[in-house]
């Protein structure tokens, strides 16, 4: 019972006569008012980053703050580089290390893992459970769901309730008859996860190479912001790009790595990692 | 420098809130507090001077149930935490009083210079912010994920169908991982001050 509020709590269900019930339980349970506190602060201390919604009166103000802002945007670009290229710094971009899960590690770490996969297959039906070609290295978790295709098109899901580094099985969802060799997809958040996973891994091993390589899958990937990049992932993927000379990418990923709120070193060098990519202009 | 002096305050604040007093003496102690009672009874004090902390004191914390009283424009969370920022601003204020600060490793130093109550809600704001984002990539993956697209927005029924999982599924992560980047929190706390 006080698990299932404490669940409510943090996900900020409970309406303010169950949370004053709940604190007075807390003021006399030591231990359960210093787990509400620090709950109360994972919540409270994780940013709000919806956009903003502007109200009409303010539109006006907005609108002549943007005409503003794009002549004096206009005027800088005309007449002075870009404040971070100014810095000159030269050298190879640096990359940050991740502190890998164990599911990642699992995932990426062995030398002769191959890469992930957004599809496989069925390779076996039996008692309505099916059984597929793909697993934990393509980013599938316990209660991940992977869509059965038919002339390329979800037919159906499974739902995988047991999971291996490169298979899994589960049940087939929604009555559907699915056969061996049937097509299947993992979602894609799920997958370029996997991949930013093993990028992640490669890296830490030294292999900017083979990370290099994998780059390619993720960095073309018009849903890659899907699999929740941190700031590291953005950075690395900034540091490939640059290593490949596609500075303009480059810079888009150091930004995107800046704006995942980078702790204060990891910030210095992302922010030096822009500073390179803009100084070879 | 602070003295605990304020404005008087009709009713006495110890007898009002005894159990609460009695929580939050505990964990000064434990941040280091030479006189828990009192850094808690100053905590209480400045809470109460903040309209709205105290309008969130009195409604989820006061002995006296607040039978016909709207609720608190803050909710429960945003007051836990404001009480334990609070709470380790006055600490750390004695300690600098008495010249005995210990170095607390990572650990962000307040400036005690200033404790009128908004720029104790940015301090405390800020404090917070520093060390949940210290504990936040040490989370699963799949809880980091969750709650990096709730910052962004995102409802249960969008990161369920992004992420290939039931909306079930989704509020049981979101929960799992609030808690245990709460535990995370808690047992980076207890390092720095044991």
Not at chain 2, 69 to 88: I, K
Not at chain 2, 114 to 136: G, K, M, N, Q, Y
């Amino acid at each position: 019972m006080i698990e299932e509020r404490l669940d409510r709590f943090a996900r900020g269900e409970l309406s303010a006569e169950e949370s004053r019930a709940l604190a007075q339980e807390a003021l006399n349970t030591p231990d359960l008012f210093e787990e509400m506190t620090c709950a109360a602060m994972a919540r409270t201390g994780l940013p709000d980053r919806r956009p903003r919604r502007t109200v009409w009166p303010r539109l006006a103000a907005l609108a002549a703050a943007l005409v503003v802002g794009a002549v004096a945007l206009y005027t800088l670009r005309h007449s002075t580089p870009e404040p971070t290229a100014t810095l000159a710094l030269s050298g190879p971009p640096v990359f940050l290390a991740h502190t890998l899960d164990a599911a990642a590690q699992f995932r990426g770490a062995e030398p002769e893992s191959r890469a992930p996969r957004a599809e496989g297959s069925i390779t076996a039906v039996a008692d309505g459970t099916a059984s597929v070609d793909l697993g934990s290295l393509d980013g599938l978790a316990k209660g991940s769901e992977v869509e059965v295709l038919r002339n390329g098109t979800p037919a159906g899901k499974i739902g995988l309730d047991t999971i291996f580094r490169e298979r899994a099985r589960g049940q087939v969802t929604g009555g559907l008859t699915v056969r061996p060799a049937d097509r299947v997809r993992v979602p894609a958040a799920l997958y370029l996860r996997a991949v930013l996973d093993q990028i992640a891994a490669l890296v830490a091993r030294g292999d900017t190479a083979g990370a290099q390589r994998m780059a390619g899958l993720a960095a073309a990937d018009p849903n890659l912001a899907v699999a929740s990049p941190d700031y590291a992932d953005w950075n690395n993927l900034g540091a490939m790009a640059a290593l490949r000379g596609d500075r303009d990418a480059a810079r888009r990923f150091y930004r995107r790595a800046l704006q995942a709120n980078p702790p204060g070193d990891a910030r210095r060098e992302i922010e030096n990692n822009l500073a390179r990519s803009g100084s070879a202009q | 420098m602070t003295s605990r002096t304020g404005p008087p305050l009709e009713r006495d604040p110890a007898s009002d809130y005894r159990r609460l007093v009695s929580v939050l003496a505990s964990r000064a102690a434990r941040f280091g507090s030479r006189d828990p009672e009192g850094a808690a009874q100053e905590a209480l004090r400045r809470s109460l001077e903040n309209p709205k902390s105290r309008h969130a004191v009195e409604y989820y914390l006061g002995e006296e149930s607040p039978a016909a009283s709207p609720a608190p424009e803050w909710p429960l969370d945003r007051l836990l935490a404001w009480l334990h920022g609070v709470l380790q601003f006055v600490v750390r204020e004695e300690q600098s009083r008495v010249g005995f600060r210990r170095e607390i490793s990572g650990a962000p130093v307040f400036d005690p210079a200033d404790s009128a109550p908004d720029t104790l809600d940015a301090l405390v704001a800020r404090e917070t912010r520093d060390i949940v984002w210290a504990c936040f990539a040490g989370i699963d993956r799949e809880y980091r994920q969750v709650l990096e697209l709730r910052m962004d927005g995102w409802k249960y029924g969008e990161i369920a169908r992004r992420l290939g999982v039931n909306e079930n599924t989704v509020a049981t992560w979101v929960s799992r991982g609030t808690r245990e980047l709460g535990r995370r929190i808690r047992t980076r706390m207890g390092g720095d001050h044991d």
